[in-house]
């Protein structure tokens, strides 16, 4: 019986790490199509349509869809001792409602608290924040069914369903740009809104595909019929479970505070104004581009870690309670993570300084190149860095943590909240936009340090040091040092004003230094590089 738990633990982890590849094909996926509809619109439209779009309307969005679903989400995917389908089920579908009223009092504001971009530049903008609205609750409407297919491990139909809604919305957006361009907002706006119903429109058309064909065949599949999916009137008198509307309930406090922190440069920009709609959107095609890795790689890590964590480990549990083959493999998992992720971090870092102005140059030209876009990417770079680590500790930390200690953290959260808020600030008014990037890496920085407080608390009694060989090897170190001094000489002279013979030659030489690099993660690091081998004989 111990043998077959840990094989199933084992199976466990295959699925998450499969997760994450197919997540990490989803994101790249997105974020080319982003991009290139970014340097498609930025030759069609103003740079004030692009700040009101890309920063403020989206900003609605991601708020709305974040307050609505996240603490339903992470309660709903938490291992419990014992749990019910149809009460999870009737939980998920919380969502909507809930959606309907943020939906509402954000667009109230938006449109009558916020300060409205010059309707000479930009109309109809209570049209377009009436949209984006309404398009999170057509996303939110397949929820339910996203929880099911996370629970299950149905992990391509994230990708299938994401891929082709930003699919639609990118191709809708530069036909309506191109035939249609007096529309203005109007376009992005329909394209918003179509988002929304395709993606709700092909969970629907998979799951009712699914299980009719094979619902009663599937074992492992919890429903046997569409009408399984819905609100149902329970035996009892609960209609969800009592212990997951309380853990939503303080997972929803913490939400509201976790997502000032993730978005808090928009919301700074946003109800202070301290940058034009313009810098905004300047701003904004940065920080596309210097998160690329972050949302590419680690928040599909961070993502499928957490869902392993949660399934692996009870919530609220101390270590002694928990089954210790599974807390050995935990341990193993953090530690392999932690260096993986920081070991990318620092490949980002150091590469990203001497790079920084060719692709920027690259892909905006001196629009972007010119003025301070540079180093904010530079500094972006390190940004990176932590929150690589914020996002793998904390995914560990959210999994295990009970309802009490979910309730402390959000107190805690408050402080982190005020500090990125004063930080931003003063930064703000003294270095610009790159003042947005020191306060979020200072309030990362006292994250990950709360993070590491809790593990170290939670494996004190115990044999366990997850975070014991974290650390680079010194020669990974010296050879990035060593690639960042010849790179850096390398753009001295052959970057960016004499050619793109030069240009190419500055490239070929940063793959050689990056080919040194990591010939010697794979010589030093041979621990993360097992376990990384491991995990793709795992999935195949």
């Not at 094989?7 to 997760?19: E, F, I, M, Q």
């Not at 982003?34 to 920063?55: C, P, Q």
């Not at 309506?176 to 429109?201: C, D, E, K, R, T």
């Not at 940058?275 to 904004?284: M, N, P, T, V």
Request: hydrophobic letters at 50%; glycine letters at 6%; aromatic letters at 14%.
């Amino acid at each position: 019986m111990g043998e077959s738990k840990d094989s199933g633990d084992h199976r466990l982890l295959a699925g998450a790490v499969k997760a994450a590849s197919y997540n990490m094909v989803l994101q790249l996926m997105l974020r080319i199509m982003t991009f290139a509809i970014n340097a498609f619109v930025l030759r069609y439209i103003s740079r004030d349509m692009l700040g009101v779009v890309n920063v403020r309307l989206t900003l609605l969005y991601s708020t709305t869809l974040f307050l609505a679903t996240e603490a339903f989400d992470k309660a709903c995917l938490s291992k419990l001792q014992e749990h019910n389908w149809s009460k999870i089920i009737n939980l998920m579908w919380c969502t909507v409602p809930a959606s309907m009223v943020v939906s509402f009092i954000l667009g109230w504001a938006w449109i009558y608290l916020l300060v409205n971009p010059d309707l000479d530049l930009v109309p109809n903008y209570s049209f377009g924040v009436v949209s984006f609205a309404v398009s999170t609750v057509f996303v939110i409407l397949s929820r339910p069914l996203y929880i099911v297919g996370q629970k299950c491990m149905f992990v391509k139909l994230k990708v299938l369903s994401a891929g082709i809604a930003e699919l639609c919305k990118c191709l809708l957006t530069v036909v309506l740009v191109i035939f249609l361009p007096q529309l203005g907002l109007i376009n992005f706006a329909i394209a918003q809104m179509v988002y929304g119903v395709v993606m709700s429109g092909v969970y629907y058309a998979y799951f009712i595909f699914y299980i009719n064909k094979y619902g009663k065949k599937d074992d492992s599949f919890p429903f046997s019929s569409v009408k399984q999916l819905l609100p149902s009137k329970q035996k009892d008198s609960s209609f969800v479970d009592v212990h997951q509307a309380w853990l939503t309930f303080s997972i929803f406090k913490q939400s509201f505070l976790k997502q000032l922190l993730t978005e808090g440069e928009k919301y700074v920009m946003t109800i202070f104004g301290v940058l034009s709609f313009a810098d905004q959107g300047i701003y904004d095609i940065v920080n596309n581009l210097g998160s690329m890795a972050a949302r590419f790689i680690f928040q599909p890590i961070e993502e499928s870690g957490y869902l392993f964590f949660s399934q692996l480990l009870v919530r609220g549990e101390p270590v002694s309670k928990q089954k210790q083959e599974s807390c050995q493999l935990a341990v193993d998992v953090l530690g392999y993570l932690l260096k993986l992720v920081i070991l990318i971090g620092i490949i980002i870092l150091f590469f990203g300084i001497p790079y920084s102005y060719l692709a920027l140059d690259l892909y905006g030209g001196t629009m972007l190149s010119s003025g301070s876009g540079p180093m904010l990417l530079r500094w972006y770079c390190l940004y990176v860095l932590v929150i690589s680590v914020n996002g793998t500790t904390e995914c560990f930390v959210f999994a295990i943590m009970s309802k009490s200690q979910v309730d402390r953290y959000n107190r805690k959260m408050v402080v982190f909240s005020v500090i990125f808020l004063l930080s931003s600030l003063i930064l703000t008014a003294h270095l610009g936009s790159v003042g947005f990037i020191l306060a979020n890496c200072l309030n990362m920085a006292a994250r990950i340090l709360h993070s590491v407080y809790y593990i170290h608390e939670y494996y004190k009694d115990s044999q366990y040091k997850p975070l014991q060989n974290i650390c680079p090897s010194p020669y990974v170190i010296g050879g990035l040092i060593l690639s960042l001094c010849f790179t850096s000489l390398s753009e001295m002279q052959f970057c960016c004003d004499r050619g793109y013979l030069f240009r190419l030659l500055h490239i070929c030489i940063g793959g050689a230094c990056l080919c040194l690099t990591l010939t010697i993660i794979y010589l030093k690091e041979t621990a993360v590089v097992t376990f990384v081998k491991d995990q793709y004989k795992y999935r195949h």
